[in-house]
């Protein structure tokens, strides 16, 4: 993956985490992967269209989504229902979107596409030809990874 | 694995001195014998029968069989092991343990399964190595339980990749053994490989060095870099030996210092001038159009810069893109910015740079031919057609099966007549599509 990409996920996924949840976030080290991986039971998938084809998936266990969910909501909530799901997508669009923004400054053209959310046990997501950038996070409501595989539109 | 294996072992151990119960099996007779397989190890037992027939397999291979979906493959056992086996009817079902190992589940038949026992590993027996019937490397023991003898069986010994690893290296080592001395054909394997060989010595010493390399370096030795790593090690020797110094690397700065006259020149440095003239010599002739360059293992990117430069110097009309990408993220995520002192670039590289607040960089022109990607061979993808790809000294920091899976990348999407330049201590092993140009120190193949 073209380095000038990586930052920007990195830290827009950082700094709008430390916004919304109000806590510690604390960045793992980033990797590359190109298997099938396995996703937690979370998965908020939002694609990524213009001079570059690719996707942007952020994977959480049910219990870390339910417990950001209720945080970025003020109330507790003890299911993945339709709020919930709609905060995780509207996190990873904040994300994303803002990643987005930054790449544009530096020159780089993106467009989203309407972001889904995959909930479910014993999930695995393959990319097929391309490698996945993996940056694991950890918050006080459990660990989040985004996984972002892009490439270069041949 | 094995650490795991002595750790339970242990863990039982420390269990036992409550309940003297530690290891349950999954008994079945063969042939009228009892023997028993680690309950961990099964996954479940069953009736089954009409496997579908693999052709051209081994003869104990009873064929697939559906299991719920997932296809697995059915061992008979008593045939693996030279029993009698009863034939059965078209439509009996027969008694089938399913067992998982590692990464595949499979159907092993036996005549009966009888029930679970539970004994204490303690006493658990070693196996004899008079057994008959039964290969002595299949067997993990054998235990007593209500006045039955019992053979546990070592599943992963028999199925798993663990005996596969072992036996051709025990049948090499014989073979040659018997080459150079026949006259000890008939003597035991185990004694004659006992009889310490002078001449094997420094080969072993090599050995050890190759490992330790391994160890602190992640410097693989293979059919690439093995003519180099063999002269090396004599003037190695000698030079330790003057010193009074063990042969053997005991650190990273032994190896970096074993290492020191592999790396090619201009590692993490602008190429020079002479350099750059004696490399544009195998730039391909190609007369128009994109020229792509793939340039693996660029690091901070001094290589990537030489290279665009040469391009422009040598070939400005075509339309260039260079590819450098590495798997160290910081090394590659500051190529891009990167910048230079003034006093250490060479004259060659005045037009295609700029000089800023904080010292020199190259053009944006220049770095808009470049995309350095974080990028790591393992996950090999396939990319646009290639003209070039210039990959000194990484080849042998990868394992040797990525080693040749990299060089079967890079031959084909090298377009016709295209080159590969390894690092100056590495030669390509197999020639096979590709002719061998290299000249004055520099490894250069071009593509058939």
């Not at chain 1, 950082?14 to 109000?22: A, D, G, P, R």
């Not at chain 2, 294996?5 to 151990?13: A, M, R, S, Y």
């Not at chain 2, 539970?118 to 070693?126: A, H, L, T, Y």
Request: some cysteine; hydrophobic content about 40%; overall charge negative.
């Amino acid at each position: 993956m073209r380095v000038e990409y990586i930052n920007p996920f990195v830290e827009s996924a950082y700094s709008i985490m430390k916004e919304v949840l109000n806590a510690e976030v604390k960045r793992g080290d980033l990797y590359l992967k190109k298997s099938s991986q396995p996703v937690m039971g979370v998965a908020a998938i939002v694609g990524l269209a213009g001079d570059v084809e690719g996707r942007v998936l952020f994977d959480m266990d049910e219990k870390t989504a339910i417990d950001i969910a209720s945080a970025m909501n003020g109330e507790v909530l003890t299911e993945i229902d339709d709020l919930a799901k709609a905060t995780i997508t509207e996190l990873a669009n904040m994300i994303t979107a803002q990643a987005v923004t930054k790449l544009h400054d530096l020159g780089f053209r993106f467009d989203l596409t309407p972001q889904a959310i995959i909930t479910g046990q014993n999930m695995r997501v393959t990319d097929m030809n391309v490698e996945a950038l993996i940056v694991p996070f950890e918050l006080p409501q459990g660990k989040v990874e985004i996984n972002v595989a892009i490439r270069e539109r041949a | 694995m094995e650490n795991v294996i002595t750790d339970n072992v242990l863990e039982q151990q420390e269990i036992k001195k409550e309940s003297s119960i530690d290891f349950k099996m999954v008994t079945f007779s063969l042939a009228g014998k009892d023997y028993g397989v680690d309950i961990m190890k099964v996954k479940e037992i069953s009736k089954a029968g009409k496997f579908t027939f693999v052709p051209n397999s081994a003869p104990y291979v009873r064929g697939v069989y559906n299991l719920r979906g997932d296809i697995i493959s059915v061992i008979d056992l008593r045939i693996f092991f030279n029993q009698p086996a009863k034939q059965s009817g078209e439509n009996d079902l027969e008694s089938m343990i399913i067992v998982r190992l590692e990464d595949h589940v499979i159907g092993i038949i036996v005549d009966e399964i009888d029930k679970v026992v539970g004994i204490s590993s303690e006493s658990v027996q070693p196996p004899h190595p008079l057994f008959g019937d039964i290969n002595i490397k299949y067997i993990s023991g054998i235990a007593e339980s209500n006045s039955r003898l019992y053979v546990i069986l070592d599943v992963d010994a028999i199925f798993g990749t663990k005996s596969e690893e072992v036996v051709p290296k025990e049948t090499l080592k014989s073979e040659s053994l018997q080459d150079d001395a026949p006259s000890i054909e008939s003597v035991p394997q185990a004694v004659s490989a006992a009889i310490p060989d002078p001449k094997d010595r420094s080969d072993r010493e090599l050995g050890f060095i190759k490992e330790t390399l391994v160890t602190f370096k992640q410097f693989y030795s293979s059919a690439i870099n093995d003519n180099w790593i063999k002269s090396r090690y004599s003037q190695w020797f000698e030079e330790r030996y003057n010193k009074d110094q063990s042969i053997q690397l005991t650190g990273i700065d032994d190896a970096e210092n074993y290492l020191s006259s592999f790396y090619s020149p201009y590692t993490n440095m602008l190429w020079s001038e002479d350099y750059i003239n004696q490399i544009a010599q195998f730039i391909p002739k190609v007369s128009s159009g994109n020229f792509n360059i793939w340039n693996p293992g660029c690091g901070k990117g001094y290589e990537t810069y030489s290279i665009i430069s040469m391009m422009k110097k040598f070939r400005p009309e075509l339309n260039l893109k260079v590819h450098g990408s590495d798997k160290d993220l910081i090394s590659v995520a500051s190529a891009p910015g990167l910048l230079f002192n003034k006093n250490s670039v060479p004259d060659f590289y005045d037009e295609f740079m700029v000089e800023s607040n904080s010292g020199l960089q190259f053009l944006s022109s220049i770095k808009d031919l470049i995309m350095f990607e974080f990028r790591d061979l393992e996950n090999l993808e396939v990319f646009s057609r290639l003209d070039m790809v210039i990959i000194r000294d990484v080849l042998s920091f990868l394992k040797e099966d990525l080693q040749e899976k990299v060089l079967q990348v890079i031959l084909e999407n090298l377009k016709d007549d295209g080159i590969l330049i390894l690092g100056k201590n590495e030669i390509l092993p197999d020639l096979n599509g590709w002719e061998d140009i290299s000249e004055n120190g520099i490894s250069a193949y071009r593509k058939r």
